[in-house]
Nanobody, 124 residues
Framework: QVQLVESGGGLVQAGGSLRLSCAAS????????VGWFRQAPGKEREFVAS????????RYADSVKGRFIFSKDNAKNAVYLQMDSLKSEDTAVYYCAARLPGRFMYVSGNYDYWGQGTQVTVSS
């Protein structure tokens, strides 16, 4: 079992930045792939970014490419999502998720473990 806890959400003005954190307990991230997803009110959960822990291959949704950066800290068993140049359409609850590495990392249904989510609100 992997327990995930997100933090770092909040209210920010458009153009600002936030850094989300996801800490794992129970097991290390070393054998897993980690993804960030988000869900806005009335919308389906959507893929934001993912990284395979062993290969370091990182993938971003087109909507965040060039603005968001996925990083990790092996010693802290944590991953981060640096979000810059935030837009009002980035407003959502952001979730961290983990799964064994494999295909279709952008599909939320392929993830086994989820955090509780952290709210990000971008005011225009």
């Amino acid at each position: 079992q992997v327990q995930l806890v997100e933090s770092g959400g909040g209210l920010v003005q458009a153009g600002g930045s936030l850094r989300l954190s996801c800490a794992a307990s129970g097991r290390t991230f070393s054998n897993y792939a980690v993804g960030w997803f988000r869900q806005a009110p009335g919308k389906e959960r959507e893929f934001v970014a993912s990284q395979s822990w062993n290969t370091g291959f990182t993938r971003y949704a087109d909507s965040v490419k060039g603005r968001f950066i996925f990083s990790k800290d092996n010693a802290k068993n944590a991953v981060y999502l640096q979000m810059d140049s935030l837009k009002s359409e980035d407003t959502a609850v952001y979730y961290c998720a983990a799964r064994l590495p494999g295909r279709f990392m952008y599909v939320s249904g392929n993830y086994d473990y989820w955090g509780q989510g952290t709210q990000v609100t971008v005011s225009s």
